[in-house]
């Protein structure tokens, strides 16, 4: 999966502004019909696109996510 930096940015103007809780709703649709792997190769795109904080809160949202 390759991003570009146009659509990187279409990404992070989608979610800008939203709260956490629409952020966690918008991150569990994602997820539905994805298996495992899949989840896995996303995130770690994403990841490196992240600060260690918002790697940091990250983790924990997944935390809740996979609850």
Do not use: C, R
Request: hydrophobic residues 25%; positive net charge.
């Amino acid at each position: 999966m390759k991003m570009d930096k146009e659509k990187l940015k279409k990404i992070k103007n989608k979610y800008e502004g939203k709260s956490e809780d629409e952020l966690l709703n918008e991150l569990k649709n994602l997820s539905k019909g994805k298996n495992s792997e899949e989840q896995a190769k996303i995130l770690e795109k994403l990841k490196t696109l992240l600060n260690d904080n918002q790697k940091k809160k990250l983790d924990q949202v997944l935390k809740k996510i996979n609850k």
